[in-house]
T-cell receptor, first 112, second 118 residues
Framework: GQNIDQPTEMTATEGAIVQINCTYQ??????LFWYQQHAGEAPTFLSY????GLEEKGRFSSFLSRSKGYSYLLLKELQMKDSASYLC?????????????FGTGTQLKVEL | GAVVSQHPSRVICKSGTSVKIECRSL??????MFWYRQFPKKSLMLMAT?????????EQGVEKDKFLINHASLTLSTLTVTSAHPEDSSFYIC??????????????FGSGTRLTVV
């Protein structure tokens, strides 16, 4: 099975940098995704990692260490509109090769 | 880009009635469709995986007779909540995958359906 953990809530200041961590335990691994979700809306894709290292995409970066079962999402130059829930999701190799299992989600609040 | 249309976006129904939610892939063929439910301030919980032309695979603890999934074509999957109860009130989201690149890295989400059972 898969167990994916994230902090429940985080608060940061506009213009700052925030790092949201995700740890996972899985019997199979075929990629890790980060999504942003505003209340009442569908998740929006942010990033994808399948190999170790950092993927950078504008203000957002994501890091993966497969040996440690660890990823983080880094948000730079925070804006008020970044207040949302951030979901880490792992694609597993077992029990359905392309099934996504979502983490608990981190509610980020950006303050002035 | 790949689009999944989910309807209705909101529905209110009476206890005991059934509600059907549709997800259509508009510009690609979705060989696999995933159905999730989400409670307020919680993450997405996978309910079932459906493959076109075959029976859905349900996650542990999900009642297959209550949440009927049909994936009769490569562009349409439906979730029917039968004999709805207030505890079925939730946000339901579908996600489509295909053998090709449907959406980003293979997943495209519908816009979600807010179900309220009164």
């Amino acid at each position: 099975g898969q167990n994916i953990d994230q902090p429940t809530e985080m608060t940061a200041t506009e213009g700052a940098i925030v790092q949201i961590n995700c740890t996972y335990q899985t019997s199979g691994f075929n990629g890790l995704f980060w999504y942003q979700q505003h209340a009442g809306e569908a998740p929006t894709f942010l990033s994808y990692n399948v190999l170790d290292g950092l993927e950078e995409k504008g203000r957002f970066s994501s890091f993966l260490s497969r040996s440690k079962g660890y990823s983080y999402l880094l948000l730079k130059e925070l804006q008020m509109k970044d207040s949302a829930s951030y979901l880490c999701a792992v694609r597993g190799l077992t029990g359905g090769g392309n099934k996504l299992t979502f983490g608990t989600g981190t509610q980020l609040k950006v303050e002035l | 880009g790949a689009v999944v249309s989910q309807h209705p976006s909101r529905v209110i129904c009476k206890s005991g009635t059934s509600v059907k939610i549709e997800c259509r892939s508009l510009d690609f063929q979705a060989t696999t469709m995933f159905w999730y439910r989400q409670f307020p301030k919680k993450s997405l919980m996978l309910m079932a995986t459906s493959n076109e032309g075959s029976k859905a695979t349900y996650e542990q603890g999900v009642e297959k007779d209550k949440f009927l999934i049909n994936h009769a074509s490569l562009t349409l999957s439906t979730l029917t909540v039968t004999s709805a109860h207030p505890e079925d009130s939730s946000f339901y989201i579908c996600s489509a995958a295909s053998g090709g690149r449907a959406g980003v890295y293979g997943y495209t989400f519908g816009s979600g359906t807010r179900l309220t059972v009164v």
